[in-house]
């Protein structure tokens, strides 16, 4: 099977980033993400359990927020029984 890969980098403002993470709220709704650019394009179809994992850093005047979604498409996961839920408010 083919390898596909999408990747993005850019500089946007909140209001930018506030639309791309709606966006991509109403695809995984929806059942299906498509991501294009000038250069490359890939469609995924997030289904069933997926696996979330967010990690957040400060150091100085630096921040960063990284948020993951994994699954597969042909195989079944379980709910671990070790999973707490985190909390993500204002």
Partial sequence: MAKQKFSYDSIQ?????RRYLKSLI???DEGKISL???EESIDLKPKGLLHFSIEARKKGSKNKLT???RWTDKKE???DDESKPVKISS
Avoid at 13 to 17: C, G, P, T
């Fill in 13 to 17: 403002d909140v209001s930018s980033v």
């Fill in 26 to 28: 109403r695809s995984i």
């Fill in 36 to 38: 294009s650019s000038e």
């Fill in 67 to 69: 948020l993951e979604l």
């Fill in 77 to 79: 996961l379980h709910m």
